[in-house]
T-cell receptor, first 115, second 115 residues
């Protein structure tokens, strides 16, 4: 799987949009971009994933650049409950599903929502 | 949605005893489950990959005789910490992957304290 790089930490004011960047310059054509987050003392929570088109769900939006070398996770109206560590991964998608593929966690981005 | 549960959520045991942690996929079948460990202020560390009906694959440095993994059905995997010691105190998290899908869903975690 391609490697990703994320800023160590970010601050965002409550009610504003939180934009979390991720670089994945070595991404392959069949690799999806995935985002998870971990709130303190809880298991990681799936947020969203995408291949090349922008995606939106009830939690967030995912913007992937045209060359797919980077992406941005957008939390449109951040609340204090969004304080967490956010992880970006790139992984082979369904067509190339590997039964033993695994997520190796990096350090992620620690997002602080400021009241 | 895809829900993964863990039991117990918290356990305290004496040094030298064994502790079993259960991971269940509640609304989907999971041919693959993963076990992670997380120490305070650190990221999740993958311990092993568990495929239903076969032996688990352990990551380098993880003792297979100490951390026994059983994945006997498509909805249940267990992790047994044998002869637990204080240094095994940690947050243990499982995840599960649908048979034909890609997204991994994580359990809420089990906090183990060995006295």
């Amino acid at each position: 799987d391609a490697k990703t790089t994320q800023p160590t930490s970010m601050d965002c004011a409550e009610g504003r949009a939180a934009n979390l960047p991720c670089n994945h310059s070595t991404i392959s054509g069949n690799e999806y971009v995935y985002w998870y987050r971990q709130i303190h003392s809880q298991g990681p929570q799936y947020i969203i994933h995408g291949l090349k088109n922008n995606e939106t769900n009830e939690m967030a939006s995912l913007i992937i650049t045209e060359d797919r070398k980077s992406s941005t996770l957008i939390l449109p109206h951040a609340t204090l409950r969004d304080t967490a560590v956010y992880y970006c991964f790139v992984r082979v998608g369904r067509l190339g599903v590997n039964r033993d593929d695994k997520i190796i966690f990096g350090k992620g981005t620690r997002l602080h929502i400021l009241p | 949605g895809a829900v993964v549960s863990q039991h117990p959520s918290r356990v305290i045991c004496k040094s030298g005893t064994s502790v079993k942690i259960e991971c269940r996929s509640l609304d989907f079948q999971a041919t693959t489950m993963f076990w992670y460990r997380q120490f305070p202020k650190q990221s999740l560390m993958l311990m092993a990959t568990s495929n239903e009906g076969s032996k688990a694959t352990y990551e380098q440095g993880v003792e297979k005789d100490k951390f026994l993994i059983n994945h006997a059905s498509l909805t249940l995997s267990t992790l047994t910490v044998t002869s637990a010691h204080p240094e095994d105190s940690s947050f243990y998290i499982c995840s599960a992957k649908r048979a034909l899908g890609e997204t991994q869903y994580f359990g809420p975690g089990t906090r183990l304290l060995v006295l």
